[in-house]
């Protein structure tokens, strides 16, 4: 009996495939068959058991070999899983005639014929049968052959040979290198000397300084996992294998929860140098890519959010020195204008108001309600991520930073299609969070369209700002004097003449439902905490106050209303919080921790709360705060480190009677207000009366109705 491989680069026609099958066991021969193909497409013409889905093969081995599968040549897409199916190699060794049925088939069967010297490899139907009719009318000719060809080419043997090699020496170096072996501190020194040895070329350097440094993180020495990278790098001639290094290095370092800013200039610095290279070459691909590895580094969130201090907040123009000194980060952030300035609000209809966000609408409420019941507004809402013609363009800093070089021009296209009908539209368009969604509308020229962003201080710690061009952007709205500080020295263009006009304008927030009763005269014991689950919320500054009044008096106990840290979010968020639970469950144990958890009713769980602390960090506002002096509780804020080095600050913002330095202040500030309920309530009523005066919505709401509607306010 004859053995016959048909191999398919795609589904075969069902008919010309039964037709086939149906000749080539007329000619006597057992026939199987393999190709890429979902098994459905040749159902009924072979039994299950002759038949090999290529598609299922690449399934299979996972979705990282299915996308490098993918971005391979058709006819090596066939060969890079038919070569790793048991199927296709057990009976390609066994088969007299190996068919290709298409071109794309072509390749694997000769790269199969090249280990079976002994099968006739044909393409096409008519030369199988053939090479079948040749071999049954030349039996002893085929025999003698194939007696002589029982080994694969020579050609074959030499790859496969050079492969094992490769392979085991790969197994003897992955031994050699664990993490068992860098666990001792011989094993460590040697594999440092090694990768830093004399006369290594620059690839074969890299490859083992990063199997090195991946076997000492594993092996728990993280410190060195970060040196063997920075040395290697040192000792590499090539710039941008150099550069890669020691990004690899930074992220390792900032990966595990710390911080050395050596490392991390280093790598900035490298990265923007390469940058600037590319740059001169007009590679604006390139450019953004390594513009796209210095933000990473410099904006990585273990710097500014999951610690308490940030490098940047201690001094903007010291830590952005190197990107201002970069050309590549002068073209991103340079001004482009518009053709036309905003036209004025119109006479004889309401405003349009195109209210926009990404992903993001938590202090939008107010807003969207009192304009969706204002007679001279007329309102939309768009969120770029809920939009599948916008969401796309929106994900990826790479290509908006690569249009901003002067690349891209299809995108601009895209993006100009998918905005200028909400451009059209709008009067005025609205952009919570200077993100995404800024970066995109700021891509365009908005024509006559009023643009106003408004900025929270997280993005202040972010690379999106860096990407907007606030020459097209009519009016800035920051919450708070402190964060247009910050803003205005992190984002030295908005002193332009041509740029965006500031305005310090508060969060919209609706204060009356929290004007409820306290519980009782003992509220004024229990300190309440409202939203803890970021580390800049610092609550165990908190409890180091709270530890302060229990040193007084055992009544004072401390509310956290809402959830905890996101210990997912990185090693730094899980070192803090490795210190802040015990001392939770230390004093839960006696009663003095009381975790209310995730509520949608806030304003019930303050009426238990007398005192209400902010032991942030950083804040640019601060809402839960405010609101909890508006239910009656004592305001004591901490002056918020991120904001020290500033003119302005909660100081500037509050009463400077409810802003403390110290626990021991915020403990004597306590102590003393609340040591009768007469006391309590002396201080705690104009407190009350002083937020609701100042940021009420319906005070707040007169200030965005001026900003808007100008003359019609």
């Known amino acids: ?298 904006f990585h969130r273990g710097l500014h959010f999951d610690g308490v201090s940030s490098p940047m907040a201690q001094d903007p123009e010291g830590y952005l020195a190197a990107f201002r000194k970069s050309v590549a980060f002068k073209a991103l952030s340079a001004p482009r204008g518009r053709a036309l300035p905003a036209a004025p609000a119109p006479t004889g209809r309401p405003l349009r108001l195109l209210v926009t966000t990404y992903a993001n609408p938590s202090f939008l409420r107010a807003i969207r309600e009192r304009y969706e019941n204002h007679p001279d507004v007329e309102i939309r809402y768009l969120d770029v991520n809920e939009d599948d013609t916008i969401r796309p363009l929106a994900k990826g800093l790479k290509r908006i930073m690569e249009h901003a070089l002067g690349g891209r021009p299809e995108f601009r296209t895209q993006l100009d299609a998918a905005l200028r009908p909400h451009l059209d539209w709008a009067d005025v368009v609205f952009v919570d969070w200077c993100t995404n969604a800024a970066g995109l509308f700021t891509a365009v020229d908005p024509g006559t369209t009023r643009v106003i962003v408004r900025l929270h201080s997280y993005e202040v710690f972010a690379w999106w700002p860096h990407v907007v061009d606030f020459t097209r952007v009519d009016d800035l709205i920051l919450v708070s004097d402190h964060l247009r500080e910050l803003t205005e020295k992190v984002l030295p263009q908005l002193a332009g003449s041509e740029t965006a006009t500031t305005h310090v304008i508060a969060n919209a927030m609706d204060l009356a439902p929290f004007q409820r009763d306290k519980s009782g005269a003992d509220a004024r014991f229990n300190l309440g905490l409202v939203g803890v689950s970021a580390v800049a919320k610092d609550p165990r500054w908190a409890l180091q106050v709270l530890r302060k009044l229990r040193e007084k008096d055992e009544r004072y106990r401390l509310v956290i209303i809402g959830e905890g840290l996101n210990r997912k979010a990185g090693a730094a968020v899980r070192a803090y919080d490795n210190l802040l639970q015990p001392e939770l469950e230390e004093l839960e144990a006696v009663g003095a921790v009381h975790r209310v958890g995730q509520t949608d009713d806030v304003p019930a769980a303050l009426t238990e709360v007398g005192v209400i602390l902010s032991s942030s960090v950083r804040e640019s506002f601060h809402c839960g705060l405010v609101e909890g002096a508006v239910s009656g509780a004592l305001p004591v804020v901490r002056d918020w480190p991120f904001f020290a080095s500033l003119e302005n600050g909660p100081r500037t913002l509050f009463p400077a009677d409810w802003v403390v330095g110290t626990p021991e202040e915020a403990a004597e500030r306590i102590l003393a207000l609340t040591q009768s309920e007469e006391s309590w309530r002396a201080a705690t009523e104009p407190a009350a009366k002083h937020a609701l005066a100042m940021w009420d919505w319906s005070v707040v709401g007169l200030e965005f109705d001026r900003l808007l509607l100008g003359e019609k306010a």
């Open 1 to 298: 009996m004859t053995h016959v491989l048909l191999i398919a680069g795609s589904a075969p026609t069902l008919s010309m495939l039964k037709a086939a099958v149906e000749q080539l066991r007329a000619a006597g021969a057992t026939v199987r068959l393999a190709g890429l193909f979902d098994r459905e497409a040749v159902d009924g013409v072979l039994e299950a058991a002759d038949v090999c889905s290529l598609t299922e093969v690449t399934a299979e081995r996972g979705t990282a070999f299915a996308k490098r599968v993918a971005k391979l040549p058709p006819s090596r897409r066939t060969w890079a899983s038919a070569e790793r199916s048991p199927f296709v190699r057990g009976n390609a060794r066994k088969a007299q005639v190996l068919v290709a049925l298409d071109a794309n088939a072509v390749y694997t069967v000769w790269r199969l014929a090249e280990r079976n010297r002994r099968a006739d490899a044909v393409f096409g139907v008519a030369p199988a049968l053939r090479a079948l009719q040749a071999r049954g009318e030349h039996r002893m000719h085929y025999a003698l052959r194939d007696a002589v060809r029982t080994v694969p080419s020579p050609t074959v043997t030499l790859r496969t040979t050079k492969r094992s090699v490769r392979h085991g020496a790969g197994a003897v170096l992955r031994r050699a290198s664990s993490p068992a072996v860098m666990r001792t501190s011989i094993g460590a020194k040697a594999w440092r000397t090694a990768v830093v040895a004399p006369k290594v070329p620059d690839g074969m350097r890299a490859k083992l300084a990063r199997r090195v440094s991946l076997s000492m993180a594993k092996g728990g020495r993280k410190t060195g996992a970060t040196l063997v990278l920075n040395q290697a790098a040192d000792r590499i001639a090539n710039r941008k294998l150099s550069a890669a290094l020691l990004a690899d290095a930074a992220r390792a370092d900032l990966g595990r929860g710390h911080d050395d800013p050596k490392v991390r200039n280093k790598a900035i610095e490298a990265a923007l140098a390469l940058a600037d290279q590319r740059f001169k070459k007009k590679d604006y691909s390139a450019t953004a890519d390594h513009l796209s590895t210095a933000f990473s580094l410099a």
